[in-house]
Structure formats: C-alpha cells, structure tokens
C-alpha cells in the first residue's frame, strides 16, 4: 500500500477518530451521519494512504493496530488544532470586520484625524480602529490592496489624484491652506520674505506627497515665473522631503521658506515661532477628503459612511 498522488480528506481523519473511541463500524458510522460501508472505504482509504493498517478488523471491538495506536495520537492533535484554527481565524475575521482601517497621510495624522476621529466616535463605537500613517502614494497603495477601507488625504479640486482618476468614492470634510512660512527675526520680521529681491532659499515637497504634487502645480506660475509685482522670484530649491513636519522644522530651523498647511503650524503662528513669508495671495487652499473603497465593505464601514455622506451634504465648508 502506499498513498501515491492520492489526497488526504480530512472525513478519512474524522472517520478513523471516532471509530478508535466507539470500536465498533455501525456505532462510528451512525454518528459519522454516513453509511457503514462508506465509512469502512474512508477508513480502508486512509491506510491506503498512510501505508500501514491502522485498525485491527478480526479483533473484537475493533482495536487500532500499534501503527494505528501512534496514528491515533497525532490525528487527535491535528484536529484539536484545526478546530481551535478555525475558532481563532473566525475570531479574527469578526473583530476585523467590527472594526475600521484607516490609511491617513503624515500631516492629517497629526493635526485633523485626531480630533475628526473623536468625533466620530461620539456617534459610533467600534471594537478597533486601526490607523495606517505614510505618504501619499503609500497610503493610496493600501486602498489598491483593499488592506484599509478608508483613507484621508489633502486634494485639489484642479489636480485630480490616483484615486480620483481611478474613481474612488471620495467625500471632502474639511478645508485648509498652504502658506509660507518663514523663521522669525528679533524684529518680528520674516528672515525669509516672498517680496524680497534676495535669494530665498525653497524647502519643498518630493512627488511622493499629495501636498508635493499640489503645490508644485499651483505654485509654479507664482514662484518660478513672476512674483506679484511681476519681477522674477530669485528662488534655490535647497531640500525637499515628502514629509510636511520635517519641512515644517527645516523653516523653523532658519533653513528657507516652506509651504505648510494651516492645521499644523497655527500654534507656532501664534507663539511668533514662525511668521507668514508672503500674504494671502501666496496662500493655496487644499481639501481634506476621505476615499473610501469601491466595493462593499463590512457593514460598520457602510455606516459611518452612510452618515458621513449625510453630514456632507448638508455642510457648506469655507
């Protein structure tokens, strides 16, 4: 005997477990839900298979044979751990259906998910929130792998994204605007200053960053043609990061001049940590907008956008 290209059906296990504990073929059978005969083919089967007999048919009861005593003792531990498989995999699968995934670009992750997410849950209370933080592309990647249901990120209603492009249902929260800023003097002046004649040094976003691809479309006519009194900007592009923080630290450092969203640098504004480098016809306003999948997801996820469809459409954003 020999098993050969034959597969394995894991009835022959559950056959040949129950028949060791009843030894006897009728009462096995009866509690298998099968016929005798088919029950004594599954086990004929299995020994075909493990190449060994593995019951003791003239013995009475019916005995395992001392292969079939050893055989006993591991298939009694395999489906002990199949079980307990099946009930940890299940587990999972409930607690990740009762929860919500979200993917979230660096900079809405420290300023406008926290407190959107707190509100959130005021409505809604949901087993686990996981949250995904990276670039752009990184975070749209995920979407495309179905690994999030959600994902925040800043937009333009003139640059359409990937999402966009590939038809994301898409809903805007929220409003915000790139400035420039700059460190600040004694004088309270900017050390860096859009209206200068002097070479300003440029801290910008790599392709990697929604806000990359944003202000290297609305800026380019300002920055790299004329400024507002229609002489060339005398501008140097001395560091880029896809990272609106890090930018945000290199301004403050005294390194250049960076285009941040409000959100994450009104408190610096305020301390006179930074100042603005140009007035408001430098600024660019920016949409904070939630994608979410194409497809059906979990019924909580279908909730919370049900709602969040329905705030929107009665909200007017500034």
């Given at each position: 005997?020999?098993?050969?290209?034959?597969?394995?059906?894991?009835?022959?296990?559950?056959?040949?477990?129950?028949?060791?504990?009843?030894e006897?073929?009728?009462?096995?059978?009866?509690?298998?839900?099968?016929?005798?005969?088919?029950?004594?083919?599954?086990?004929?089967?299995?020994?075909?298979?493990?190449?060994?007999?593995?019951?003791?048919?003239?013995?009475?009861?019916?005995?395992?044979?001392?292969?079939?005593?050893?055989?006993?003792?591991?298939?009694?531990t395999?489906?002990a751990?199949l079980?307990?498989?099946?009930?940890?995999?299940?587990?999972?699968?409930?607690?990740e259906?009762?929860?919500l995934?979200?993917?979230?670009?660096?900079?809405?992750?420290?300023?406008?998910?926290?407190?959107?997410?707190?509100?959130l849950?005021?409505?809604?209370?949901?087993?686990?929130?996981?949250?995904?933080?990276?670039?752009?592309?990184?975070?749209?990647?995920?979407?495309?792998?179905?690994?999030?249901?959600?994902?925040?990120?800043?937009g333009?209603?003139?640059?359409?994204?990937?999402?966009?492009?590939?038809?994301?249902?898409?809903?805007?929260?929220?409003?915000?605007?790139?400035?420039?800023?700059?460190?600040?003097?004694?004088?309270?002046?900017?050390?860096?200053?859009?209206?200068?004649?002097?070479?300003i040094?440029?801290?910008?976003?790599?392709?990697?960053?929604?806000?990359g691809?944003?202000?290297?479309?609305?800026?380019?006519?300002?920055?790299?043609?004329q400024?507002?009194?229609?002489?060339?900007?005398?501008?140097s592009?001395?560091?880029?990061?896809?990272?609106?923080?890090?930018?945000?630290?290199?301004?403050m450092?005294?390194?250049?001049?960076?285009?941040?969203?409000?959100?994450?640098?009104?408190?610096?504004?305020?301390?006179?940590?930074?100042?603005?480098?140009?007035?408001?016809?430098?600024?660019?306003?920016?949409d904070?907008?939630?994608?979410?999948?194409?497809?059906?997801m979990?019924?909580?996820?279908?909730?919370?956008?049900?709602?969040?469809?329905?705030?929107?459409?009665t909200?007017k954003?500034?």
């Amino acid at each position: 005997m020999g098993p050969g290209n034959r597969p394995l059906d894991l009835d022959w296990l559950e056959d040949f477990a129950v028949l060791c504990e009843t030894e006897n073929f009728s009462r096995a059978a009866a509690i298998r839900c099968i016929a005798q005969p088919a029950l004594s083919r599954h086990i004929r089967s299995l020994e075909e298979w493990v190449g060994v007999e593995l019951i003791d048919r003239a013995a009475h009861p019916v005995q395992p044979t001392a292969a079939g005593a050893a055989f006993k003792t591991q298939v009694e531990t395999i489906l002990a751990a199949l079980e307990a498989s099946r009930i940890k995999a299940r587990a999972a699968h409930d607690a990740e259906s009762a929860s919500l995934r979200f993917a979230v670009t660096h900079s809405l992750s420290l300023t406008f998910f926290p407190s959107w997410l707190a509100s959130l849950e005021n409505t809604y209370r949901f087993s686990a929130i996981q949250t995904f933080s990276d670039t752009f592309q990184a975070c749209a990647e995920m979407m495309s792998m179905r690994k999030v249901q959600f994902m925040l990120s800043y937009g333009h209603p003139d640059i359409p994204s990937r999402l966009d492009q590939e038809n994301y249902p898409v809903l805007t929260l929220g409003r915000d605007r790139l400035v420039p800023i700059s460190a600040i003097k004694q004088d309270q002046t900017p050390q860096y200053s859009l209206d200068s004649t002097s070479v300003i040094p440029l801290l910008e976003y790599n392709q990697s960053s929604a806000l990359g691809l944003i202000a290297g479309t609305k800026l380019k006519p300002l920055i790299y043609d004329q400024n507002q009194s229609g002489k060339q900007l005398n501008i140097s592009v001395v560091f880029s990061a896809h990272n609106a923080m890090l930018l945000k630290t290199m301004a403050m450092s005294g390194r250049g001049v960076a285009w941040i969203p409000a959100y994450l640098i009104q408190q610096e504004l305020d301390n006179k940590e930074l100042v603005l480098a140009g007035g408001v016809q430098w600024q660019i306003p920016i949409d904070i907008k939630l994608y979410r999948q194409k497809a059906q997801m979990s019924q909580p996820a279908e909730s919370v956008w049900k709602m969040l469809t329905e705030v929107s459409a009665t909200t007017k954003h500034p």
